[in-house]
């Protein structure tokens, strides 16, 4: 007996290790599992889809998967929680996408901002050294020393004879007061003669010849060229005509246009840089002399004119010039790179760069733009991270996020009004006041306005109390077509 119950004693030892080791492994795996499936479930609810939409258009959404109209796989759109790195607007892009679309991005910092204004000019007269020759009296060209526009001519150098009955008549007055020795007279018709522009030698020559000439010559008061040359020999002028111009080419204008937005940054004294087409790699260099205080309502452009030293006469009148301005320079400001933002007609936009993959564009406000830089007012701070390369289609895809992120709102709000009108109990619509006896089938038209529809259908049951018999006395369609058929032959 004793023997017997040493041998059963290690068989029980052994039975309550194995139960405990099968329950310990019976609990573990029970426990694994159970995380798995609490896994699962969570991912499937996170990964749960609200609606299908199609790729290339967004108002095309559906509850399932399916296709498109375009014959395109739809796409799932799921809902994504509301944190800052996942706000409307926000993407994620893989790493190997963002790699094969050449994907760069830079840091937003202050700095000095060079500002130039690039635009073109025609090179003018300096209209401070123009001088327009005007007759004092009527009379006739007899002879025209300078015969077309550019000619040059010296100071002093005779321009043209005219012969004017009043020149005549102002000698013979200063010749009547010295034979009379009146000097008041005298002087006054030297005066005269003056006035009328006859020259000192002229009226020397008068004094000491003592006869009247019938021609005076007129003479140039300035060096320069011709320009705007409207006479000849033969014609007759009077006072008011524009004979002709002497401009100078010592120095010379320029007459450049900037645009609205840029006539507060140009000021007097600025520095200028001007090329010309036909003396490439040559530059000269001038300073704004003068900003006009007019627009040109047409062109919305300002005229600021430049003024250049042309000592070798290079320089003519109406070349065509390219200006480049350069403007007072800005420190301290926020810039990014040009390519980095946006432009369109109503805004102006960056794509941010979040970081683990994520964009979002972000409307901005500009300043002054340079060849490679643009001023930033706001929307930025310094230490934010924008994309330089591929934002354009980053930008799409942002907006297209942000549209869907909308649409999802708003089909979230309608499946629950549509919820709501399925809910609805119709056992419990009245349909007691439907008074289809009061419903008048005698004539020819129903009375509409008595019959009281309180109720979304019609209890046919009620209706079998309607009479329908007057409705025999209503003619067919044979009737009817004799009647009208009668009626137009009466006609």
Avoid: C
Wanted: net charge negative.
């Amino acid at each position: 007996m004793k023997k017997e119950s040493n041998q059963i004693a290690p068989l029980l030892v052994g039975a309550s290790i194995g139960i405990i080791l099968s329950l310990a492994s019976y609990f573990l795996l029970f426990q694994s599992h159970l995380q798995d499936n609490l896994s699962q479930t969570e991912s499937s609810q996170e990964k749960k889809p609200l609606y299908w939409v199609a790729p290339m258009d967004a108002n095309y959404k559906r509850d399932k998967p399916g296709k498109s109209p375009m014959g395109m796989d739809l796409t799932p759109v799921y809902a994504e929680e509301n944190t800052p790195g996942n706000s409307q607007g926000t993407i994620r892009v893989s790493p190997d996408v963002i790699n094969n679309l050449g994907v760069t991005t830079t840091l937003v910092t202050r700095s000095t901002l060079h500002h130039t204004i690039k635009t073109v000019g025609y090179v003018q007269y300096d209209e401070e050294q123009l001088t327009h020759i005007h007759p004092r009296v009527e009379g006739w060209i007899e002879k025209l020393y300078v015969k077309a526009a550019g000619d040059p001519v010296v100071k002093n150098q005779p321009l043209y004879d005219l012969y004017a009955p009043e020149l005549v008549n102002a000698q013979e007055e200063l010749l009547l007061a010295m034979k009379r020795k009146d000097d008041r007279l005298m002087k006054a018709a030297q005066e005269r003669l003056q006035a009328l522009q006859l020259s000192q030698s002229e009226i020397k020559n008068l004094i000491k010849t003592r006869k009247v000439k019938q021609r005076i010559t007129f003479f140039s008061p300035q060096t320069g060229v011709i320009d705007n040359l409207q006479i000849r020999e033969g014609f007759f002028v009077q006072p008011g005509t524009t004979m002709m111009s002497i401009g100078q080419l010592d120095q010379m204008w320029v007459e450049a246009e900037v645009f609205e937005r840029q006539s507060l940054s140009v000021s007097k004294g600025l520095p200028v840089v001007m090329t010309l087409d036909y003396v490439p790699g040559k530059e000269w260099r001038g300073k704004v002399d003068y900003v006009y205080p007019a627009l040109d309502k047409k062109t919305r452009t300002i005229k600021v004119r430049l003024r250049f030293e042309n000592s070798n006469h290079e320089l003519k009148p109406n070349m065509f010039a390219q200006v480049v301005i350069s403007t007072l320079d800005k420190e301290n400001l926020i810039r990014v790179p040009k390519g980095a933002v946006i432009r369109t007609g109503n805004t102006n936009r960056v794509v941010l760069a979040l970081g683990d993959g994520r964009f979002k564009a972000i409307n901005v406000k500009i300043g002054q733009i340079n060849d490679h830089l643009i001023e930033i007012l706001s929307g930025l701070e310094v230490g934010d991270r924008i994309v330089t390369s591929a934002q354009f289609l980053l930008d799409s895809e942002s907006s297209k996020t942000s549209d869907f992120k909308r649409y999802s709102s708003d089909f979230s709000e309608s499946k629950v009004d549509s919820d709501d009108s399925s809910s609805m109990n119709h056992d419990e619509m009245k349909m007691d006041n439907m008074g289809h006896q009061q419903m008048n089938m005698n004539g020819d038209t129903m009375d509409h306005e008595q019959m009281n529809m309180n109720g979304s259908t019609m209890n046919h049951e009620q209706m079998k109390s309607m009479s329908h018999q007057p409705m025999d006395n209503m003619p067919t369609p044979e009737q009817t077509d004799t009647e009208h058929q009668s009626e137009q032959n009466d006609q």
